[in-house]
RNA sequence: GGAGGGUUACCCGAGUGGCCAAAGGGAGCAGACUGUAAAUCUGCCGGCUAUGCCUUCGAUGGUUCGAAUCCAUCACCCUCCA
């Protein structure tokens, strides 16, 4: 195995970190590898708790990925058995433990959209289970001599609920022994995680000297921000990406959806996408940069970014057809393919605009259809109505089309 | 165990007998401008074929011609004291 310059190594796997420690140490390691052509084992640990990812969770993911890619091992270590004891970071209150089956099924599921970033060929697949479940009592008490209570309560969230006198049980304390204990195991050179990690990680690299072994280095990755992320004041400025928050985009999402999500994203914002997600080198980013700087369309630069997603996660004709079927729907003003069909009854002469809409599903209520109409939101075939009065005739089909940011269309049939 | 404060629409929050379908802000939606970006401006933002009617201010019951507003009971939350 030949590996690229240190230097070279380094300006790739520092893209967008938030912590490393520590930099010097990471740098000699690099360079023994290149001498003697070992690669680094590059360890990242998942709690497979929630079912489908997006592209927050892709940022740590495309990081190891990045290692690979230079030539080092990455380890995905699924932590079927610190799932089950709940890693209470970040959270206020204990957190419900799962049970090994839940457990096991969601990694299923995890590993499998992993491994779209992933290079399968130097990734090792482990489970934390292997080595934990076998721990005797005996060296479970050993590991937890290795570590002070002062220590724990570093950690803010323990810190915090101490000083707050909510409760703090014990096993939760267990959980960054046991992730620390997982690099020991592994024998890692660097763990990768979350910024919210950085405690946990930094157990692992205190436990691996006190097991005779070199303590791995430390990096963290930013908690990518979702779609409505505004530039403020030249920095990135935004809610995290969150289902909750409605602003992701999954990993397993339709091109078209893909597509337009990203192309929504703030013009400025799209760069710290790339710099976190996209797999083109510094140098290719910096010179997209200098593109736009000199004018290039913000739009090009955006649709390159959902080709190499789209690709990514789906393949390369998906991405052609989304990017083309974007265009012909939004851009120009065709009618997309999958066009819902009702059939309305009607009652009177004429079935009121207003209770169409509603009735197609396109507004939420008859009164919500009344206002669109008044507000200039309705077009019935692609004609714009101005009279909130109008009545549909029976018999006739029409083309229902409400909003233009987020347009929804409907053929409706009145019944005779 | 004692004392006090609170619960209002998606969120925050004003309102303490009629002028309240309920101020203001945020989010959201529509329109203008655009590139379905951002920013900005305008409007909307409970339901109902509607100058009116119906449902809504933690829940239930009451006082009143009339209640988000007063009273009672219940539920939940918070603060202070023990």
Same mark, same amino acid.
């Given at each position: 195995m030949s590996f690229a310059p240190v230097d070279e190594q380094m300006a790739t796997v520092t893209r967008g970190v938030v912590d490393l420690v520590v930099r010097g140490e990471l740098e000699a390691r690099l360079r023994e590898s290149h001498t003697s052509g070992k690669p680094l084992r590059v360890k990242a640990g998942f709690d497979p708790t929630r079912p489908d990812l997006h592209l927050g969770h892709a940022v740590l993911l495309q990081k190891m990925r990045q290692f690979q890619d230079l030539g080092h091992t990455a380890i995905l270590l699924v932590g079927e058995f610190t799932a089950m004891v709940g890693d209470p970071t970040g959270q206020n209150d204990l957190r419900p433990r799962l049970?090994?089956?839940?457990?096991?099924?969601?990694?299923?599921?995890?590993?499998?959209?992993?491994?779209?970033?992933?290079?399968?060929?130097?990734?090792?697949?482990?489970?934390?289970?292997?080595?934990?479940?076998?721990?005797?009592?005996?060296?479970?008490?050993?590991?937890?001599?290795?570590?002070?209570?002062?220590?724990?309560?570093?950690?803010?969230?323990?810190?915090?609920?101490?000083?707050?006198?909510?409760?703090?049980?014990?096993?939760?304390?267990?959980?960054?022994?046991?992730?620390?204990?997982?690099?020991?195991?592994?024998?890692?050179?660097?763990?990768?995680?979350?910024?919210?990690?950085?405690?946990?990680l930094l157990v692992g690299r205190d436990l691996m000297p006190k097991y005779g072994l070199r303590p791995q280095m430390v990096m963290t990755t930013p908690i990518l921000e979702g779609t409505d992320a505004k530039l403020v004041n030249g920095k990135v400025a935004g809610k995290k990406m969150s289902k909750s928050a409605d602003n992701y985009i999954g990993l397993m999402e339709e091109p078209l959806s893909m597509h337009r999500k990203i192309m929504q994203i703030d013009d400025d914002v799209i760069f710290r996408y790339f710099e976190l997600l996209s797999a083109r080198?510094? +140098?290719?980013?910096?010179?997209?940069?200098? =593109?736009? &700087?000199?004018?290039? #369309?913000?739009?090009? @630069?955006?649709?390159?970014? $959902?080709?190499?997603?789209?690709?990514?996660?789906?393949?390369? +004709?998906?991405?052609?057809?989304?990017?083309? =079927?974007? &265009?012909?729907?939004? #851009?120009?003003?065709? @009618?997309?393919?999958?066009? $819902?069909?009702?059939?309305?009854?009607?009652?009177?002469p004429t079935l009121w605009i207003a209770k169409a809409l509603s009735e197609a599903k396109l507004v939420s209520s008859t009164s919500d259809g009344k206002r669109m109409v008044e507000q200039g939101g309705v077009e019935v075939d692609q004609v714009r109505v101005t009279d909130a009065k109008l009545g549909l005739e029976r018999g006739k089909r029409y083309l229902l089309r409400v909003g233009s940011k987020n347009r929804k269309f409907a053929y409706v049939t009145i019944k005779p």
């Open positions: 049970s090994r089956d839940d457990v096991r099924a969601a990694a299923k599921t995890y590993t499998e959209q992993a491994f779209k970033i992933l290079d399968p060929a130097r990734t090792e697949l482990r489970s934390n289970a292997e080595w934990i479940d076998k721990l005797t009592p005996g060296e479970m008490v050993e590991l937890m001599a290795k570590m002070t209570v002062s220590r724990m309560l570093e950690r803010n969230d323990f810190g915090q609920r101490f000083a707050d006198e909510k409760p703090i049980y014990q096993h939760e304390f267990l959980y960054p022994l046991l992730q620390g204990y997982d690099s020991v195991a592994l024998d890692c050179d660097i763990e990768l995680g979350g910024t919210d990690q950085l405690f946990n080198t510094n +140098a290719e980013l910096a010179a997209l940069k200098e =593109e736009r &700087a000199a004018g290039k #369309s913000p739009m090009v @630069i955006k649709a390159l970014f $959902a080709r190499e997603i789209i690709t990514r996660f789906h393949d390369e +004709a998906k991405a052609t057809e989304a990017a083309a =079927e974007f &265009a012909r729907v939004y #851009s120009g003003d065709a @009618i997309p393919e999958d066009v $819902a069909e009702h059939t309305l009854a009607c009652e009177g």
